[in-house]
């Protein structure tokens, strides 16, 4: 969430770039862009806004500032930055979670068809017809 303090420095990191083009700050006006933030953009954290500002200011600018702008490049940036990161693995599977007669083989045979068919099994019966599909399409093979 981004505070009264992020917009202060991402208004002065803004200065440094065109003051004639950044909006001289003042207790309303950062009131204002701190609102903006909270209802448009509440994921965007202060590294996206300064990340933003500089994104900005790559090519030149012929009007004032406004947190609009702002927030679309910090939510774009954002989205960007979180769209590299790989999906989150499966959670693992203890040992409780199979049927008690099962071997070593059995688990890793029915895990490997649970990471293939992209699902977790929730319970012994999903686990058991994982364990028959997996030895079906080794006897297939």
Do not use: C, G
């Amino acid at each position: 969430m981004i505070t009264a303090e992020d917009v202060l420095d991402a208004l002065t990191k803004a200065a440094a770039y065109d003051t004639s083009h950044t909006p001289k700050t003042s207790n309303i006006l950062i009131a204002a862009w701190v609102e903006h933030f909270q209802q448009y953009a509440p994921a965007v954290q202060r590294a996206d806004l300064l990340a933003a500002v500089s994104e900005y200011h790559r090519e030149p600018r012929d009007r004032m500032l406004q947190p609009a702008d702002l927030s679309a490049i910090a939510r774009a940036l954002r989205r960007d930055n979180t769209s590299d990161e790989p999906p989150p693995a499966p959670p693992a599977a203890e040992p409780a979670d199979y049927p008690p007669h099962w071997t070593p083989t059995h688990r890793v045979n029915a895990y490997w068809a649970a990471l293939n068919a992209h699902t977790t099994p929730a319970s012994q019966d999903e686990w058991e017809n994982l364990l028959k599909q997996a030895a079906n399409q080794e006897h297939a093979q």
